[in-house]
């Protein structure tokens, strides 16, 4: 018995090792385990000597593949030059730098001769280049050069094409083949291929065409530009159609298409298919056949119902109602082979779903799997791009220039980041800096913040022999403000300023700049201004150290406004339902008078290098209209309304200078984005609130209160 | 097992009684054991196994000799030469990867060979140490699959990163034919050294047909954009040194150079520069005198001065990266990081992975004619820009270069974002550098819209069983002149809300909504029934606040749409003796949050709250049945990094810590929980983004010497 139960113990013992040493490993072969073998990925190898494996290049190689004995690179450029011309064209070897060092990047338009005719389109393109700041009336500076030959229309079918422009512009004697020069294009070629002839030799000229091929686009060295109707605005523009930010992105359709289906050649196959998408409840497709005289020839079975469908829905109506859509709004681009307009600096994917033609059954379901969030995301992009760069000609003509200026010095260019955040590459000058955090606008973005002291520049007009008494009280009352880092006086009376000896002995440095006694001097970008923030004052200011205080703290949370105290009152009429004003009291516009208000520096420089030369001359020549035109500028840029602050008492100032200004003003703007500043005009009116500290007037001890004296 | 089992059981019965008790128990027990012993032996043999270690049964355990030799017969087919005007949409087969729920592309990886011609000698060396590297990371990837049928992208085996160890016309035969090549549709190679002496051409010479290139030095005229993909020379030394990342500031020197092999006239205008501008530039060359055994790559030398290399790249600001015979240049890899600004000096150079980083953030190109400028070019950088450039340099070799595996991913994930753009990176995932992601934000609501003011506001009421109250809320806020809708929520599951004849009649629709639960976070929930972008959320026993006082909170809101514009404000503050943040609900000069028992805010902000709060804060403020209010100020200035707006002066408000005003004791257990949350939350979000502010939105002519009725909110701050 007991050996027995030995035996049986002992057998089950051994068999259960073995089981688990062998038995494993043996049943893994069977039929059932390997099957699963087949299933499990078959991964690169693990090689047992990986590790003796030989570099791809030994590091001498890497590091010396410079052999001296190869052409110089002096050799190598000329050799550049003469292979890569015309259709291989890039900056380095078509265009000609030189021309640009002398007198900066210049542009000059050929006089206009008298039989030539001109679209309407072309003249608006060379009015926004008469008007840019860079452009010039002399040849001799140019460093770019805009024919006056009309090239917008190729389609030699067209009423607009000009005949014998290869002879014409062969005979200017500035054409040197074409270097240096810019040639806009709308249409090119005609229906049924629409090739890219011009039907003339551009030679080295940079060519800015609208509807690009990605097979003749020369990368680096041609622009996309976005195709615009004759009655495009010539500047301003109309506002985008979004309204409102809603979400989830509620709109009556998901993703319209309404457009010509061309029933043969080029792009009639997408075009053919679009109908496949169409379920008439949320995503809407809509073609016409009708193009052109002789589209019936070509007529199809599908084409009668489908003319009726499209003349069912309003096209306008479906783009105001629509989430997605495919051509003419942006959201959904089917381009197969065409370079999207101003690609080089606009970053597409953030606006839009840019998709495959030939997945195109496949983009309603990848449409529905996008996040609302990046819906609202790609609408308000979209707006932003279209306010920026595409809704005047003017902007998209500046557009085309800036980008041609940014290839000229690209250490002074600006990145991807500054053309596709608000508010823009027009807007932010690489001039000033080519840092983000130097400008007011991407604070948030950048995950930095303002400068924590500001600096008082002081206009002085009063002529004398030592500062007079408001200048001083005024330098004594900023000077004891906690943030003040530095005072600056622009002493522009045409005199010489008084000796140092008799300007206060305060706490932080005061510097004198001499002033040439005109108005827009006040926003010259003075290089002795070293903070973000400007405190922007008149010698008859009357601020007191709270107030300063207190606003500065407000500055610091909205940095890219103006912040203002305000020098006017202004009442809500409730009987008229307007603003209204006594006699006493002039126009609403005042209450944001940059006699005393906080702005970021950046605003100097926009003022003098962004704003058109004539608007500085207008405003130099009126009383107190500069201030206006800053503030307009501001919410040209900001789309915001500017921000006012407790003052604790009235300003004086001459009421008949500030009527006279307004009506100067209104009667005299030509600014670039007047229907702009127009509509801003308008949000001011709408300005009801001011920021006071939080416990203003409140019923509580004075002892609690930071900011008491701006009560009194 | 079987026959032990059945041999016990069949003489079981028979065995059994003739044992003593103690015996059975002793035999069952031991049977048990080893049953389960098996049992347990098999479940962890085989079960587990064939999960955890699939790959080691599947990862052959051999050599890179052992692999198949495939011989090429003299007249095999040559591939065309590539294709010029390939773009995705004509050579490139999408309908190969279809719509995708994951969005990612699928990559095949043909099995390793080992290629010889006619006579047997190898067309070139099996595989380098960095294509394996390569392949392993594919292989290791998402992206790897290993049905050939499934692939939308295949990569051949063959190596072909440095031409110089190629026989150009067999490797392109054996190319040509790796089972599903279709003249090179939809095949990706990995090419870093292209061209070979004399004129080194800037792209792979191998003929290639409609192949995608990922290339190392390609320029302008040789690059597809859109198509091929530009990538990094890699620089083994990555692997090798460690250079731990050096703060951003000033350096040593301002310009080095250390390139062995310039080109004289390259060093000669160098060594102009250093002439010109003494100390500050520093030009290195070959080490001539060195002792045997010093590697003299890791070496270099200025007269008779010996540098370490790479560590000498951290003395200098800028390092000048110039083209040899080749654009693309390994020293870009070294000098990244090393945390020095890269000065790139190669005309036409497509730099690596150009299609999603923005080089202008990391680097300085000069062209080629401005060398002799590059001093005063440098010298126009703003200081604070230089320190950036210095952290993103660095990032991009972390990200992007550091090694095969980085390269690799990039590549494959610039290829996925074209075939699925609607899933793509985005620029900023592309080029913020962690610590920025961490403090940047950015606001949904980025574009500065101001409403129109006719589209009005919803009225949220959120409201339990206090009939009364909740009417008179009713009737003052149905007084405000821009209300559009009331929508009250009905919270009570065990009582119904009153008959519809008994509730106020006002001149806006009114909605009831009842919910399943009784939670807080109803209140926040995006209905269907809010069809303005602003919502008042408003308690049901806030009676105190004014027509006029609403109507003017909403005009604020218009004009900061992305913040909570409130009446009540709050506080928090840092607790230093108890080292927590406290909940401060005394008059105090400063707000960080609003209550949301009477707030204005934008309707996206309750699609956030309810599908993005971070964390489960959802869940915890629905279990304590608080501090709601606190969560969503949270995520609004999270989100947006802006403060919110207290709006006109202070009032008696009725909540529960607002008792102290009134006199009464201060409810110490309130005050208790609602720091709790805020500390909670600051956990959760990891931070505090909370924005402190002193100011507060008053009407224009608010208590300004003015006759009352000429103003357009004259009733505000009544008590």
């Known amino acids: 018995m007991q050996t027995r139960k030995k035996y049986i113990f002992l057998t089950f013992l051994a068999s259960w090792l073995l089981l688990f040493f062998f038995g494993g490993d043996q049943l893994r072969r069977f039929a059932f385990f390997s099957r699963r073998k087949v299933e499990a990925r078959r991964n690169w190898p693990h090689w047992t000597d990986r590790s003796l494996l030989k570099s791809f290049a030994d590091p001498e190689e890497l590091l010396s593949d410079g052999d001296p004995s190869l052409p110089s690179p002096r050799e190598r450029q000329a050799a550049r030059l003469s292979v890569y011309k015309n259709s291989r064209c890039r900056m380095e070897t078509c265009f000609d730098f030189s021309r640009c060092e002398k007198h900066g990047f210049k542009v000059f338009s050929y006089p206009r001769e008298r039989d030539q005719p001109l679209s309407e389109s072309y003249s608006k393109i060379l009015a926004s280049i008469e008007r840019s700041r860079y452009y010039t009336p002399n040849p001799e500076e140019a460093c770019l050069f805009i024919l006056s030959i009309d090239t917008l229309d190729r389609d030699h079918l067209s009423g607009q094409y000009v005949r014998n422009v290869d002879e014409k512009i062969r005979s200017f004697p500035l054409w040197n083949g074409g270097r240096n020069h810019l040639i806009f294009n709308l249409y090119s070629g005609t229906w049924p291929n629409y090739t890219e002839d011009l039907g003339f030799d551009i030679g080295q000229a940079i060519l800015a065409k609208a509807s690009f091929y990605t097979e003749s686009f020369r990368p680096g060295f041609d622009i996309s530009i976005p195709l615009f109707s004759k009655d495009h605005p010539q500047r301003g523009g109309e506002k985008g159609w979004l309204y409102q930010d809603s979400i989830p992105p509620k709109k009556k359709y998901l993703l319209v298409f309404k457009g010509k289906r061309y029933l043969t050649g080029i792009g009639s196959g997408t075009r053919n298919a679009l109908h496949h998408i169409h379920n008439g409840k949320d995503i809407i497709s809509l073609t016409t056949c009708k193009h052109g005289k002789d589209w019936e020839k070509h007529k199809d079975t599908r084409c009668d119902k489908d003319n009726v469908d499209y003349e069912k829905f309003d096209y306008q109506e479906l783009l105001h109602n629509s989430t997605f859509c495919i051509a003419a709004c942006i959201p959904v681009l089917l381009s197969d082979g065409w370079e999207l307009p101003f690609a080089e600096a606009i970053d597409w994917g953030k606006a839009a779903v840019v998709g495959n033609e030939r997945l195109l059954l496949q983009i309603p379901s990848a449409v529905r799997c996008i996040h609302p969030e990046r819906v609202l995301a790609f609408q308000q992009q979209t707006q932003f791009l279209w306010d920026a760069y595409f809704s005047s000609v003017d902007k998209i003509v500046h557009t085309t220039l800036e980008i041609i200026k940014d290839r000229l010095l690209p250490h002074r260019s600006r990145s991807r980041f500054l053309w596709n955040t608000l508010p823009g590459g027009l807007l932010a000058l690489p001039d000033f800096s080519t840092h983000p955090g130097d ?221 006279k200004g307004m009506a100067g003003a209104a009667g005299g703007w030509r600014f670039s984005q007047r229907q702009d500043c127009l509509n801003q005009l308008a949000d001011w009116f709408g300005l009801s609130l001011r920021l006071d500290p939080v416990l203003f007037k409140d019923q509580v001890s004075v002892l609690r209160k930071k900011y008491p004296r701006l009560e009194k | 097992i079987m026959c032990a089992s059945a041999k016990y059981n069949t003489r079981g019965p028979a065995l059994i009684p003739r044992m003593k008790t103690k015996h059975r128990i002793y035999y069952i027990t031991l049977f048990s054991i080893v049953l389960l012993g098996l049992i347990a032996t098999g479940m962890f043999q085989f079960w587990p196994h064939s999960i955890e270690s699939s790959s080691d049964w599947t990862v052959e355990k051999r050599s890179v000799h052992d692999v198949p030799v495939v011989k090429l017969p003299a007249d095999s087919p040559i591939p065309e030469r590539g294709d010029l005007s390939c773009r995705m949409h004509t050579c490139f087969d999408v309908y190969r990867c279809g719509f995708n729920p994951k969005n990612k592309i699928k990559v095949y990886i043909y099995s390793l060979k080992k290629y010889v011609d006619e006579y047997g000698t190898s067309v070139s060396n099996t595989i380098s140490r960095e294509y394996n590297e390569l392949l392993t990371a594919i292989s290791d990837s998402e992206f790897y699959t290993d049905d050939v049928n499934r692939a939308c992208l295949f990569v051949p085996s063959v190596d072909v990163l440095n031409q110089n160890a190629l026989r150009i016309k067999e490797t392109a035969q054996a190319l040509a034919q790796l089972s599903r090549w279709d003249r090179g549709t939809n095949h990706l190679l990995f090419n870093m050294l292209p061209g070979g002496p004399p004129d080194y051409n800037t792209a792979l010479d191998v003929p290639r047909d409609r192949a995608l290139l990922a290339g190392g030095g390609f320029s302008t005229w040789t690059y597809r954009q859109g198509y091929d993909v530009s990538i990094p020379v890699y620089s083994p030394l990555s692997g090798e040194v460690d250079l731990p990342e050096r703060g951003p500031g000033p350096r040593r020197y301002f310009i080095l150079s250390s390139q062995m092999a310039l080109h004289p006239e390259y060093r000669s205008e160098l060594e102009a520069l250093q002439a010109e501008n003494g100390e500050s530039v520093l030009i290195l060359d070959k080490c001539t005198n060195l002792s045997d055994g010093v590697p003299a790559v890791r070496k270099r030398c200025h007269k008779n001065q010996v540098f370490d290399y790479p560590q000498v790249l951290q003395e200098s600001t800028f390092c000048v990266v110039l083209r040899g015979a080749r654009l693309g240049q390994a020293v870009l890899s070294d000098v990244l990081q090393a945390g020095c600004v890269p000065v790139i000096i190669a005309d036409s150079y497509i730099l690596p992975f150009s299609e999603v980083l923005d080089w202008k953030r990391a680097s300085v190109v000069i062209p080629e004619e401005k060398m002799p400028e590059m001093y005063s070019i440098l010298q126009s950088v703003p200081q604070r820009q230089i320190e950036e450039m210095q952290r993103q340099a660095r990032w991009f070799w972390e990200a992007y270069f550091r090694s095969m595996k980085a390269i690799a991913l990039a590549t494959l994930q610039i290829i996925n974002d074209r075939i699925y753009p609607y899933a793509a990176i985005s620029y900023e995932e592309w080029n913020d550098p962690p610590a920025v992601k961490w403090s940047s934000v950015s606001n949904p609501l980025f574009l500065p819209l101001i409403p129109p003011q006719s589209q009005g506001f919803t009225a949220i009421v959120l409201t339990y069983d206090r009939v009364e109250s909740l009417f008179r809320v009713i009737t003052e806020v149905s007084k405000v002149p821009s209300l559009s809708k009331l929508l009250v929520v009905w919270n009570n599951q065990n009582k119904n809300p009153p008959e519809d004849s008994l509730w106020p009649k006002i001149r806006v629709p009114l909605k009831v909504v009842r919910t399943a639960e009784n939670k807080l976070s109803n209140r926040f929930f995006p209905y269907d029934e809010i069809e303005t972008e602003a919502v008042l959320a408003i308690d049901d026993d806030i009676i105190m606040l004014t027509s006029d006082e609403l109507q003017f909170g909403y005009e604020v809101w218009r004009e900061f749409p992305d913040r909570l514009v409130g009446y009540p404000g709050r506080l928090h503050l840092w607790d230093h003796e108890m080292n927590k943040w406290k909940y401060e609900s005394e008059w105090t000069n400063e707000v960080s949050m609003v209550l949301t028992g009477a707030a204005f805010y934008h309707k996206y902000f309750n699609y956030l709250y309810t599908y993005k709060m971070p964390g489960d804060i959802k869940n915890w403020v629905d279990a304590h049945m608080n501090c709601e209010d606190i969560a969503m100020n949270f995520l609004v200035a999270n989100v947006t990094g802006k403060s919110v707006i207290k709006v006109t002066p202070r009032k008696k408000f009725k909540c529960p810590e607002c008792t102290a005003i009134d006199g009464l004791s201060l409810d110490q257990t309130h005050m208790v929980e609602r720091s709790e949350c805020i500390n909670k939350f600051a956990s959760v979000f990891g931070t505090m983004p909370l924005k402190v502010v002193e100011h507060r939105a008053d009407p224009v002519l608010y208590k300004d010497d003015f006759p009352e009725k000429l103003k357009s909110f004259p009733n505000i701050g009544s008590l």
Request: with cysteine; glycine share 4%.
């Open chain 1, 439 to 659: 400008f007011p606008f991407y604070y948030l973005q950048h995950g930095s913040s303002p400068s924590e002291k500001f600096t008082a520049f002081i206009r002085a007009i009063s002529p004398g022999e030592s500062p007079s008494q408001p200048l001083l009280r005024l330098i004594q009352a900023v000077s004891r403000s906690q943030y003040c880092a530095q005072i600056v006086v622009l002493w522009s009376c045409g005199k010489p300023p008084p000796p140092s000896g008799k300007w206060p002995q305060s706490t932080v440095p005061v510097a004198i700049i001499q002033g040439r006694e005109k108005l827009s001097d006040r926003f010259f970008p003075y290089a002795a201004i070293q903070t973000d923030a400007v405190l922007s004052l008149d010698e008859h200011t009357s601020l007191s150290t709270s107030e300063v205080d207190f606003a500065f703290v407000v500055w610091r949370s909205f940095p890219e406004r103006i912040v203002g105290f305000p020098t006017r009152s202004h009442f809500w009429d409730p009987e008229q339902r307007r603003w209204g004003y006594t006699s006493k009291w002039t126009n609403e516009l005042s209450i944001v008078l940059t006699a005393a208000a906080f702005y970021h520096r950046y605003y100097h420089n926009l003022f003098t290098e962004y704003l058109p030369a004539g608007l500085r001359e207008l405003v130099d020549g009126l009383a107190a209209c500069e201030d206006i035109l800053m503030n307009v500028l501001v919410a040209a840029v900001t789309k915001l309304p500017p921000i006012k602050v407790t003052q604790r008492k009235q300003h004086k100032e001459t009421v008949s200078q500030q009527v």
